[in-house]
């Protein structure tokens, strides 16, 4: 069974920061997607931050560009994404997404909560 699992949430203070993982397992693809979205009270759910498995390429929304960082460790299928100097802002449930390439087959993590205060 194809599962996420997501861990590092927390309550943080303005400018520090935090490491989300996502386990993944389950899964026998060669070619996709996987990273991280967030939601805020009252916002819809976007796009933080995302690499392609077949070439490594990144995908990071504005809001997060030179803040965030995203990485993997193959030999445990796993993607990380490091946030530094965060922001109020970037209070949300952050989400771990896997996305198949090329067809509708995408799966979600449970969601992991970040807190910024101030």
């Known amino acids: 069974e194809a599962q996420l699992v997501e861990s590092g949430g927390g309550l943080v203070q303005v400018g520090g920061s935090l490491r989300l993982s996502c386990a993944a397992s389950?899964?026998?693809?060669?070619?996709?997607?996987i990273g991280w979205f967030r939601q805020a009270p009252g916002k819809e759910r976007e796009e933080v931050s995302c690499m392609r498995s077949s070439d490594g390429n990144n995908y990071y929304a504005d809001s997060v560009k030179g803040r965030f960082t995203i990485s993997g460790d193959n030999a445990k299928n796993t993607v990380f994404l490091q946030m530094n100097s965060l922001k109020p802002e970037d209070t949300a449930v952050y989400y771990c997404?896997?996305?198949?390439?090329?067809?509708?087959?995408?799966?979600w993590g449970q969601g992991t909560q970040v807190t910024v205060s101030s």
């Open positions: 997404n896997f996305k198949v390439l090329f067809s509708r087959i995408e799966y």
């Open positions: 389950g899964f026998n693809v060669d070619d996709y997607y």
